[in-house]
């Protein structure tokens, strides 16, 4: 498809194509960029996964709340769902299977990934939805079908974040839990707007998963 992201740059880092066994998809938030979300695997002591980081036209996936309705963030949410497909088949074609692809967003980029992997259902190596959930006015869960075979997601997210209602954080963890994901939510009272080392421990943990499933 052609879309306003679909001429933007894929940003890499970690291990090469040629020798990396899994990938990590890292979905940028709004205002920011590819390459500031990359930074973030700074973090991380993996040096056998490869990062792969899709950059929105303008730094900014859509242009309205993540709670309006879907219509008015069109065609930016579509073309940014491609951008995560997109990403996710370079994996594929460096021969690294989507069961060990795991897909992470910040903020817009949360929203993003996660309506990416509620859409598209399959056995992903991981999602890490760091302060986002579901894009829409209102979620139906009947809207979402198919199977993620126990694929791990976690959501993360503040009580008080002043762009991320928490009943929606709920409602998206019940739609991954029909998907049939291996879901945990974890609530951070008074943390505002951010990432914390909590979060970055569990992400650190789902990466763990990733390597070991490289050894079986």
């Known amino acids: 498809m052609s879309g306003p992201h679909q001429d933007q740059p894929l940003v890499t880092a970690g291990a090469s194509f040629d020798t990396a066994e899994a990938a990590v998809v890292l979905v940028h938030g709004r205002g920011a960029t590819a390459q500031s979300i990359v930074q973030m695997t700074e973090e991380f002591d993996r040096n056998e996964i490869a990062y792969l980081a899709p950059q929105a036209a303008r730094n900014t996936w859509y242009p309205s709340a993540f709670t309006a309705p879907v219509e008015s963030n069109e065609p930016g949410r579509t073309s940014g769902l491609q ?15 989507t069961d060990r692809v795991m897909v992470l967003g910040f903020s817009q980029g949360a929203c993003l990934a996660s309506e990416f992997v509620a859409r598209t259902p399959t056995r992903y190596g991981g999602l890490a939805v760091l302060s986002g959930g579901l894009i829409g006015e209102e979620i139906d869960p009947d809207d979402y079908d198919g199977d993620l075979e126990n694929a791990p997601v976690f959501l993360g997210c503040s009580d008080v974040d002043p762009h991320i209602p928490e009943e929606r954080i709920h409602e998206t963890a019940d739609v991954f839990e ?4 291996d879901v945990t939510t ?31």
């Open 83 to 97: 951008a995560i497909v997109d990403a996710v088949n370079k994996a594929n074609e460096a021969d690294i299977p």
């Open 178 to 181: 029909r998907l049939d994901a």
């Open 186 to 216: 974890r609530i951070y009272e008074g943390m505002g707007h951010g990432i914390n080392e909590d979060e970055l421990r569990v992400v650190s943990e789902l990466l763990d998963s990733l390597a070991r499933n490289e050894s079986e």
